[in-house]
């Protein structure tokens, strides 16, 4: 019997945009609209669209980082609000995320050590903090000695290692990654690609991706969810709607993909 996780239902989120004169009327946009979606434990769900057509805000609804202007959030049964960080930290050992560019997503004065044990001490986390980080940096390929020097250090495929690692600090159920292989470059992207297989195995992890590459989505993920202009066009396991797809801007999309020749 499956079990509903994380469930949206019908989120929209409009924003204002920056006047382009004094007297210029306000200007409306709405990066999502109507969007209801449900991430099932166990399985995984790919998000993906071009640019702009709201994934990443959709990304942050879902993880209370943004209030949505209408729609609901639930994660097992319980509603999830933006709100102060301490009613939040249920959520937060629950479910955590791996942001697209390391580099800007770690702290630069701390050491790895600090990095990956952040979520420990933030959620006040019982347990022994220094073997909970040793422990992590072997599950995500890297020797524990690294624990003292700091992210400029490493290159940038060992970074996203880190921060993966400070992910998984909680121990949580769902692991979001918000475009998490497209600042790599393409064999780091592989070796990143075949760790989170790795690691959702072993930890039973429920992965939702957020991408704009159909084969990174191919690869992980069961489910997968099309977006344009926020609005979501099409959803179904990933087999089937990446096979034989319904909407013409999700065969737009299969089509754009590069392929070698024979």
């Given at each position: 019997m499956t079990t509903s996780l994380l469930k949206a239902t019908g989120l929209t989120r409009t924003y204002r945009l920056p006047r382009t004169s004094l007297f210029a009327p306000t200007v409306r946009r709405r990066a999502v609209q109507d969007v209801s979606l449900e991430l099932t434990e166990g399985r995984s769900l790919g998000i993906v669209g071009e640019s702009g057509s709201g994934k990443s805000t959709l990304a942050r609804l879902l993880l209370a980082l943004d209030r949505p202007d209408s729609g609901t959030v639930h994660y097992r049964d319980r509603e999830v609000r933006q709100g102060a960080p301490r009613r939040l930290a249920w959520f937060r050992r629950e479910v955590q995320i791996?942001?697209?560019?390391?580099?800007?997503?770690?702290?630069?004065?701390?050491?790895?050590?600090?990095?990956?044990?952040e979520p420990l001490e933030c959620l006040r986390l019982p347990g022994d903090h220094d073997d909970r980080v040793d422990e992590l940096l072997?599950?995500?390929?890297?020797?524990?000695?690294?624990?003292?020097?700091?992210?400029?250090?490493?290159?940038?495929?060992?970074?996203q290692r880190i921060a993966i690692a400070r992910a998984l600090a909680p121990g949580p159920k769902v692991l979001v990654g918000d475009e998490p292989l497209s600042a790599l470059d393409v064999s780091v992207r592989a070796q990143i690609l075949a760790l989170l297989d790795e690691l959702a195995?072993?930890?039973?992890?429920?992965?939702?991706?957020?991408?704009?590459?159909?084969?990174?989505?191919?690869?992980?993920?069961?489910?997968?969810?099309?977006?344009?202009?926020?609005r979501a066009v099409e959803q179904g396991p990933a087999a089937s709607v990446l096979a034989d797809p319904q909407h013409p801007y999700t065969r737009r999309l299969l089509a754009a993909v590069p392929r070698l020749p024979a």
């Amino acid at each position: 019997m499956t079990t509903s996780l994380l469930k949206a239902t019908g989120l929209t989120r409009t924003y204002r945009l920056p006047r382009t004169s004094l007297f210029a009327p306000t200007v409306r946009r709405r990066a999502v609209q109507d969007v209801s979606l449900e991430l099932t434990e166990g399985r995984s769900l790919g998000i993906v669209g071009e640019s702009g057509s709201g994934k990443s805000t959709l990304a942050r609804l879902l993880l209370a980082l943004d209030r949505p202007d209408s729609g609901t959030v639930h994660y097992r049964d319980r509603e999830v609000r933006q709100g102060a960080p301490r009613r939040l930290a249920w959520f937060r050992r629950e479910v955590q995320i791996v942001l697209q560019d390391p580099m800007g997503s770690l702290d630069p004065r701390a050491t790895v050590r600090d990095i990956v044990a952040e979520p420990l001490e933030c959620l006040r986390l019982p347990g022994d903090h220094d073997d909970r980080v040793d422990e992590l940096l072997r599950a995500v390929g890297l020797n524990p000695s690294v624990r003292r020097r700091y992210p400029h250090e490493f290159s940038g495929g060992q970074r996203q290692r880190i921060a993966i690692a400070r992910a998984l600090a909680p121990g949580p159920k769902v692991l979001v990654g918000d475009e998490p292989l497209s600042a790599l470059d393409v064999s780091v992207r592989a070796q990143i690609l075949a760790l989170l297989d790795e690691l959702a195995d072993a930890y039973g992890l429920t992965l939702l991706l957020v991408s704009h590459d159909i084969g990174v989505v191919r690869h992980l993920c069961t489910d997968v969810l099309v977006m344009k202009d926020g609005r979501a066009v099409e959803q179904g396991p990933a087999a089937s709607v990446l096979a034989d797809p319904q909407h013409p801007y999700t065969r737009r999309l299969l089509a754009a993909v590069p392929r070698l020749p024979a």
